[in-house]
């Protein structure tokens, strides 16, 4: 089949598009809970609204995909996300919030169903795991931008007199004077306005989906929902995803309320560095995959995670800020690990199996609702405590996980040898030329 490097070009895009639009409610739920005057219980349903789009439609999405293939699914995709920012930039409001970010939430399950298959057939599969950690890298670099945008557009859109430029004037006259941070989502709908059109004239080419990709049918779901291993792994992605967002979407409130941290300033470059250092962790984490079991990477991440999480909590500002951002780096390899563990535990139906795994992601809505819901009744720290039930769960597969197939490691004596054999043949090979 023909590769082709632009279509990974674009895959790496739709990636950092995902990225951008996904991780951002972070930073500005602090605006949003003073723009709308809303408490912590009330607050916490806005990352709900998102992540439960993952668990309604990550299933669907596969089926879509499937029938329709991945240029529909994914122009779908955009047009959605596109309406979702469009909608709320235009009418802000709470309850405009919620039904806005449910609706960019599943444009962005859609893509990311359909996004790794394309990816695969356009690089090849033989550089399909090199071009997956790349893309990782990329998504991990949106999540570092998008909250420096933010709050670049929002302290400057504040008290906003004229002569900043185009783009800033163009915003001011369609921006509330009191909520600059919604020109954020007038960005938002110009990205996926600019991504409908550049997919609608790309030509895609076609994607057969594997057995691993394809999802099974729904009597194949109910059956892999009744194997003790499949619930327990859907758990692990579960208790990941919330034990991410759960942090990430409140860091900036907790700085704010605890420490008195602009977080349209410092608190936007913590949740900043906290995706960028998640991203550095990802290279780390491929290291440490090639010397040691999965299982001992896992627990030893998750122990780090539980000390940067009691740091962060109980800690003077400094102390606080450098935790969470520390937090994110500890985070790095767990999706992974969770990911390949679950799939190396089962011998079969691994398509429908990764479709009842990325469900899980739902957890990323459960767990910011539940930490704001305890916040709003005893406070944030003590909301945030439950993200110790979530993390204590992943610790727990480094001890009970039992896959079919152990990841393959490199042993320390045979590292020096081969470094060694590696320099010699490079020596060698430039005297040659």
Known sequence: MRRSFAIVL???????????????LGPLVPDIISGFSLSLALASFLPFSFFVAYGVMSIPAGMLLERFGAKPVMVGAFVLAFAGSLLFAAVPSFTVALASLFTIGIGMTLLQVAINPLLRVAGGEEHFAFYSVMAQLVFGSASFLSP????????RLQGYAGGGG?????????????????SLYWVFAAVTAVMIVVLGIVRLPRVELTAEERPGAWETHRQLFGKRVVLLYFLGIFAYVGTEQGVANWISKFLQTYHGVNPQVEGATVVSHFWGLMTAGCLLGLLLLKLFDSRRVLIAFAVAALACLTAALAGTVGVSMLAFKLFGFCLSVMWSI????????????????????????????????????????????????????????????????????NNATVPFRDLVPAAARALWKGQRGGGEK
Request: hydrophobic content about 55%.
């Open 338 to 405: 969770v990911f390949s563990l679950a799939l190396n535990s089962l011998a079969e139906h691994h398509g429908t199996f990764s479709g009842i795994l990325c469900t899980g992601i739902i957890g990323g809505a459960f767990v910011p609702m539940l930490v704001g819901q305890l916040g709003n009744l005893f406070g944030l720290r003590v909301g945030l405590l439950l993200v110790y039930l979530t993390l204590g769960y992943i610790l727990s597969i480094g001890f009970w996980a039992k896959p079919l197939v």
């Open 10 to 24: 674009l895959v790496f895009l739709i990636f950092f598009v995902i990225s951008f639009l996904t991780n951002i």
């Open 148 to 155: 420096m945008v933010y709050s670049y557009l929002v302290t």
């Open 166 to 182: 185009p783009l800033l004037d163009t915003l001011a006259r369609h921006v509330p004077a009191p909520l600059p941070w919604v």
